[in-house]
């Protein structure tokens, strides 16, 4: 085989925690004692030592007691070497969390640092917003997070661009020291069909950044259009 012809797919020595192979993958640097929970069935690679339990019984227990509807099938992995984690395509952001806190739709997570405290989280005032429930999968503290977006994604810091608005169905995930609020407007488009004509938006202004996929699939539809690449 021409390496040349490969090489420019050929891993290179991690420069982070984890970090992007590609637009597409996560690449995680495992060490021992460094556990990372991660997507069940997200692993699609690894070198050296590294070994993953599927749903553990302490992760069972936890999601047992979501009634939102906003649980994460999750596995624990750990060992040493470099860990490889796509999601069918999508394209992967990594997030570095500095003593911060994140609230990401649950579609979304692909993998996160063990040590990170997480759980479902009341989002106040998104009950009337297309695509979003009441409750959303939050992390806090110190440590890396991967999520997924249907397509390219844009990352929007606040503190810099000021007041900033979103569809709720392109949201992906925003830090929660962000100040939040909803937005009706008239929309001539949505008058064709079955639409009222009313759009939603979320605004966002503060300290901290927004992750917003190009796509206005609702959760529902996404979790349903997985299942159906699952089967």
């Known amino acids: 085989m021409d390496q040349h012809m490969v090489s420019g797919h050929a891993p290179t020595p991690p420069a982070a925690r984890m970090e992007n192979h590609g637009p597409t993958m ?10 990372l929970l991660a997507r069940t069935g997200s692993m699609v690679a690894y070198e050296g030592f590294v070994q993953y339990e599927s749903n553990p019984a302490a992760l069972r227990s936890v999601a047992s007691q979501w009634l939102s509807g906003e649980s994460v099938p999750l596995m624990r992995c750990h060992g040493d070497g470099i860990l490889y984690l796509a999601d069918y395509g999508a394209h992967v952001v990594c997030v570095p969390l500095n003593d911060e806190n994140l609230s990401v739709n649950a579609t979304n997570v692909l993998a996160f640092d063990a040590q990170l405290e997480w759980g479902v989280q009341r989002v106040k ?17 110190t440590g890396w997070v991967a999520v997924t977006s249907r397509g390219v994604p844009v990352v929007i810091d606040c503190a ?26 008239f929309k001539a488009s949505s008058l064709i ?24 699939d609702s959760t529902e539809r996404l979790t349903e259009q997985q299942h159906q690449q699952q089967a």
Do not use: C, H
Request: aromatic share 10%; no cysteine; proline share 3%.
């Open 26 to 35: 996560a690449k995680i640097a495992m060490r021992t004692g460094a556990d």
């Open 125 to 141: 005032g998104m009950a009337k917003f297309t695509g979003q429930g009441l409750f959303n999968f939050g992390l806090s503290g």
């Open 160 to 185: 810099r661009a000021g007041e900033i608005f979103v569809d709720p169905d392109a949201l992906v995930a925003w830090s929660t020291g962000l100040e939040m609020k909803g937005k009706r407007s």
């Open 193 to 216: 069909g079955r639409g009222s004509g009313e759009a939603y938006q979320l605004a966002f202004s503060g300290e901290g950044f927004v992750v917003v996929q190009p796509s206005e």
